[in-house]
């Protein structure tokens, strides 16, 4: 399977601590793209990373990757409770139209 | 501009009956992927349609299929249900793939019984 793998599962912090999420990979990829899940609704985008890049901001979030390691970290800074949600990478997998998600990070963020 | 619209937006079936999901994406958006999330098999990747051709389709049995309209809204249709495809179905649009930001609905919850 080309399912990505994430850690941690869970994750619970207090609001305004940073938190970080990594996910792993097993093919190559042409990109990389990080979602946000509320409870039993659609996924959100928050980023995309091209397999050329190696870090990529957009707001509090700081997305990296390391293709030689095929691996991604996803870092929310200074966390709010409205973040609680899950958190998945996808992968696109060279050549093909599907996408690949990972198995998730549950976020918690204590007020 | 309008989300992606699935509906409905909660079904209960029974086991060995089918059912038929219905996808409208973003105005404009000719690719639609549709996902089953499940708490043991998280998202599984089920099959990509663009301009109404099934480009791409991931690891289900045939009794899963789907198809893509001339408005490039898409149904997908499960036959023969069984207790195991009780699941979310979300599906997503783009303008042209998956390799790009996907919008997604709020998902089909189907509960087999």
């Known amino acids: 399977s080309q399912q990505g793998e994430e850690d941690p599962q869970a994750l619970s912090i207090q609001e305004g601590e940073n938190a970080t999420m990594n996910c792993s990979y097993k093919?190559?990829?042409?990109?990389l793209q990080w979602y946000r899940q509320n409870s039993g609704r659609g996924l959100v985008h928050l980023i995309l990373?091209?397999?050329?890049?190696r870090e990529k901001h957009s707001g509090r979030l700081r997305v990296t990757l390391d293709t030689s390691k095929k691996s991604s970290s996803l870092l929310i800074t200074a966390s709010r409770a409205a973040d609680t949600a899950s958190y998945f990478c996808?992968?696109?997998?060279?050549?093909?139209?599907?996408?690949?998600f990972g198995t998730g990070t549950r976020l918690t963020v204590i007020p | 501009k309008a989300g992606v619209t699935q509906t409905p937006r909660y079904l209960i079936k029974t086991r060995g009956q089918q059912v038929t999901l219905s996808c409208s994406p973003i105005s404009g958006h000719r690719s639609v992927s549709w996902y089953q999330q499940t708490p043991g098999q998280g998202l599984q990747f089920l099959f990509e349609?663009?301009?109404?051709?099934?480009?791409n389709k991931g690891n289900f049995p045939g009794r899963f299929s789907g198809r893509q309209f001339s408005n490039s809204r898409s149904e997908m249709n499960v036959s023969t249900l069984e207790l195991g495809d009780s699941a979310l179905y979300l599906c997503?649009?783009?303008?042209?793939?998956?390799?790009?930001?996907?919008?997604f609905g709020s998902g089909t919850q189907l509960s087999v019984l």
């Open positions: 997503a649009s783009s303008l042209w793939g998956t390799n790009e930001k996907l919008f």
């Open positions: 093919t190559s990829i042409n990109n």
């Open positions: 990373i091209r397999s050329n890049e």
């Open positions: 996808a992968t696109d997998g060279t050549g093909a139209n599907n996408l690949f």
């Open positions: 349609y663009f301009s109404e051709t099934q480009r």
